[in-house]
């Protein structure tokens, strides 16, 4: 007889990651569950890298309103792949909101790393101090709607140091 705890669960839940095996690592999670064994911070972490990943932007926000529920205190390594994806796949006013959870809960945000992701989604832009070309890489009009003049998306891009028109005038 094995003992199976969350770090052993855990490590099965990290290979599969690897693997992009989305649907044997959710398995895995529901057997979780069924044997009672509990998900922490680095179960959730696992689940969101792998969301983050394959691009899955809802099943992502779904682990972690779920790692909330369960009274798991998110930490930067959650947030990080959260962020992550839904910056790349999902909306730049959800990434805002997370990025002020993150900011709320005195966890460290990193710019440079979500300038770079953006950089990635944008199109026509070139960061030359670190030679990232920016293009749409498949995601198509819809990227290119949300990027009209919004408030939160002029935020967005001041924070990151991005040309912008957050304040109607050039710095």
Known sequence: NVLVDTVSYNIVLEALVRGK???TMEKVLKEMRKSG?????VTYSIVLTCYSRVGHVQSA????????AEG??????MYRPLVAVVVR????EKALKLVQDMEE?????HPARLKQIYLQRSE????????ITAGTAGFGDSWKERKSGS???ERFKFWLGLPNNYYNSDP
């Open 21 to 23: 095996k989305v649907k």
């Open 37 to 41: 064994v509990s998900r922490d911070v």
């Open 61 to 68: 926000l779904g682990a972690f309103e779920c790692a909330i």
């Open 72 to 77: 798991v205190e998110p930490d930067e390594k």
């Open 89 to 92: 796949y999902g909306s730049l």
């Open 105 to 109: 809960r005195g966890l460290p945000v």
């Open 124 to 131: 026509g832009y070139q960061d030359k101090g670190s030679g």
């Open 151 to 153: 408030p939160d998306f």
